[in-house]
């Protein structure tokens, strides 16, 4: 055999479209050109928002805002890069070892990025003999396909649907509940206010501009995070917050920050800001109740009529339960925030109408659930739920959340599940068992301890031993903790498949690798809006998929025709990807029949648009509170829950039935940890990327890179004692793992605390820094990907989220010779 290095900085030479004859610079191939006639604009939708896009010699030339996005994201010079980049999977591809011996392979060299060029046929038919010898050998508990991600924004092509309804019809497999974003949060909420909250309407911007006096937020930064939607993004809540900049200059609004680092929303809006302590926030917000209380600023009334258990929290607050009095004095000995502060916080927010707006990360760490719970109780003892810009929202920062909506039907998607008349080739439904559900983020714990029974939710859960996994539009290289750990367990699997855009980490540590295109280069329609509801957008091909790439409808119709005679068909309903487009077009056209007038498909297309109106302004809570009886919650009482008693008879130690202060298992700032590792380290979701998408983007990703790593965000007196400098590289390291990444020095970072946003592709090398020793245990991450360093935990029995945010470090600046970054170029392709 030769093994040949595929040079992928030398340009994207494909059977497709066109190449990159430098790292970043677009050179049309006339001879591959794309021969249909120039289409001068055509729209698509995003994550990022809404694009016009012209093509010339069959390459994507111009990237332009749609015509009603006034709020544009710089992410849109980085849109082109994700057709064209080093990092794309070319073609199918099978690890070698795996090619050699299959389910008996070495697995200790998954990840060596050793890999053999396959047809489409051979890839397909190494997928089904795996899921064969899955199930037979193990049922269905042997296989994990419900791994999910933030996908592609498209409803044909939903990645996950696609994988999952192709694989439900070779067998059945252990799926999972919640996701990495909000699982602490979305498990907690439903028994204190009813629902998950994280992923609810809330109350429209424009009656919180109207009525609120003070906005509190607390570990939220929607300007950074706004720019991204689940669908595609309209931006239009940028309009609101340059409204609040306006009233926050003219004194009519006051908007207090609570947060350890200057945010890029409290920049923007001039605001004020109370730093607290990392994972303190629980501290901090009963030092507040203690003071309403003891002072009679609660609202009694509102408590006794619309919440449930105040009088059994009461006894924790003022200590009589526990000896510990929850003062201000206390709180601020934990949190950082002067008593007076804490003082001075509560009677402001009880003096005239806030709004408290809670962001997603303080409910990533250890015991994640209690800051969420403490912020309702808060909530509720100011007594404005309900009440236009009052009471508390979680999701002001996600997907324009607070956007009057227009409430039209979206339109459907491609089928997730079977049709009732289709049977799988495997029909099992025996696991043995073991649970055929997990919490999303206990997989890895699943795999290095099959049988284990944990608690979720007031469940059992036995703990599924499994041997394959299948992931598509899903990186759990890049959004699970702790990498170290993650190879061991990659190590114990029998066979690992991919369908993926690009050379990702979950890729390089794949068997099979399937290549799936862009959305750029294939037909779609998106709602415009994933809470606005403002409109259908067409998502239009800008280019044909490079190399052997394929869309998701064309890779998993291919797949159901390998498990037999006329799967195909039964996949697809014997509809091709147009007949799929106008069905569910026409489907939306006619549930919103007498309220919103849609063209035909057609027109629709060429338009490339449908505008469904402005949406009407909505308070949440509001019928909850003006007859609870009538309009309850959705809780276990209806009511508020300040005391669970559901929460309470599960018995956990470490979530009980109120909310309480619990030490962390490592925590900065003189917490358990600290003197070995004395930094947290923060790693909140990116300002140039959602996650790691586009992460992939060459051009754009060297527009905020640091010597090609990614930022380290870090205290100039921390700097200073370290003998750092602005643009040198530093290795940040724990006992779980260690990092490099480009130092960024700023004022917006105290003491004690650094940052590196997740989403960071691992880029692993030899302790040493070989290039090829990236599979074993101890590897340096060439990058920065800072899941190289937390802690994979739950955050307690109820909810078993991640705790990504409860994790100390250690950094350095580097000496000694640089490594090469090894996260964005394609494997080492080996020719039998």
Known sequence: MTIIRRDFL???????????????????????????????????????????????????????????D???????????????????????????????????????????????????????????????????????????????????????????????????????????????????????????LGTTEVYAQGTSWPLILENAKTIVMWANDPVKNLQVGWNTETHESFEYLAQLKERVAAGEIRVIHIDP?????????????????????????????????TNKLHDEEFIEGYSLGFERFVPYLTGESDGVKKTPAWASEICGVSEQQIIELAELMAKDRTQILM?????????????????????????????????????????????????AAAPGAFPRNLDEDQKPLYPSTDFKGFSNTIPVARFIDAILEPGKVIDANGSKVTLPDIKMMVFSGNNPWSHHQDRNRMKKAFHKLEAVVTVEVNWTATARFSDIVLPACTTLERNDLDVYGAYAGRGVIAMQKMVEPLFDSLSDFEIFTRFASVLGPGKDKEYSRGMDEFDWLKMLYNDCKAANEGKFEMPDFDTFWQQGYVHFGEGETWTRQADFRKDPEFHPLGTPSGLIEVFSRKIASFGYDDCQGHPMWMEKAERSHGGPGSDKHPVWMQSCHPNHRLHSQMCESEEYRNSYAVQGRE???????????????????????????????????????????????????????????????????????????????????????????????????????????????????????IKI
């Open 359 to 407: 962001g997603w990360c303080i409910q990533r760490q250890q015991h994640g659930e209690q800051p969420y719970w403490m912020g309702a109780v808060i909530a509720t003892m100011l007594g404005q739920i309900g009440l236009p810009g009052g009471g508390i929202s979680y999701g002001h920062h996600y997907s324009s959340i607070g956007v009057p909506a227009t409430g």
């Open 711 to 829: 930022p380290c965000y870090i205290n100039p007196d921390d700097a200073k004692q370290r003998g750092i400098k602005p643009g040198d590289v530093v290795r940040v390291f724990n006992d779980r793992g260690q990092l490099l990444a480009g130092a960024v020095v700023s004022d917006n970072f105290p003491p004690g605390v650094l940052r590196i946003e997740e989403g960071a592709w691992y880029g692993p090398v030899g302790k040493d820094g070989r290039k090829e020793g990236g599979s074993e245990i101890g590897a340096l991450c060439s990058y920065g990907d800072p899941n190289t360093l937390t802690m994979d935990i739950g955050s307690s029995k109820l909810a078993q989220a991640c705790s990504a945010y409860t994790c100390n470090v250690q950094f350095e600046k580097f000496k000694g010779k640089l490594p090469e970054v090894a996260s964005f170029s394609g494997p080492v392709e």
């Open 10 to 68: 030398k340009g994207l030479v494909g059977s497709s479209a066109a190449a990159l004859t430098g790292t970043s610079v677009l050179a049309p191939l006339s001879a591959l050109a794309d021969e249909k006639p120039e289409q001068e604009w055509l729209t698509t939708g995003t994550h990022w928002g809404a694009f016009k896009m012209s093509r010339k010699n069959g390459v994507i030339d111009q990237v332009v805002p749609f015509e009603r």
């Open 261 to 293: 680092v200057v945010s890029k929303t409290q920049e923007y809006l001039g605001s004020e800001r109370i730093y607290v302590n990392p994972q303190t926030d629980v501290p901090m917000m009963l030092g507040m109740a203690y003071h309403l209380y």
């Open 70 to 192: 006034k709020y544009p994201t710089d992410m849109i010079n980085g849109v082109r890069g994700l057709v064209y980049n080093p990092s794309r999977v070319r073609y199918p591809m099978v690890r070698l070892d795996f090619l050699l011996n299959g389910h008996k392979s070495d697995t200790t060299q998954r990840g060596d990025c050793r890999f053999v060029r396959v047809t489409w046929d051979q890839a397909l038919n190494l997928f089904k003999q795996s899921l064969d010898e899955v199930q037979t050998n193990y049922g269905p508990s042997g296989l994990h396909a419900g791994q999910t991600g933030w996908r592609a924004v498209g409803q044909l092509h939903s990645c996950t649907s696609h994988m999952q309804r192709a694989v439900s019809m070779h067998g059945d497999y252990v799926k999972k509940i919640g996701d990495y974003s909000t699982g602490a949060g979305q498990t907690i909420m439903p028994y204190i």
